[in-house]
């Protein structure tokens, strides 16, 4: 594996907003070296309705090498934690 090639260990949530009506949540990536990168950021749309889209800050760093863009959202928390998993399970692929 190449050393520029990112290996993530774990996910975290993070609850930004607990209140009803505006709950804010966001889901974190640490790779081996401890630093986490905001991966996901989850919305309340309306009462019990998510709404979670990729962050700006992992498209940024990592948008050319996934199958992850812009237009990626989740509707259930199960998908995002799907997708988190698979992340940790498969690592990103970086070209020299």
Known sequence: MSANVPRFEAWE???VCPERGSRVVHYYLKNTSGTSILAVVGTE????H???VVSDE???AYGDY?????CTKWRARREV?????SVISHP???PN
């Open 45 to 48: 749309r309306s009462i019990r």
């Open 92 to 94: 990103i692929d970086i």
């Open 50 to 52: 998510m709404f979670y």
């Open 58 to 60: 992992f498209l940024h």
């Open 66 to 70: 996934t199958s992850i863009n812009v």
């Open 13 to 15: 949530e993070q609850v």
């Open 81 to 85: 934690v799907d997708w988190l998993t």
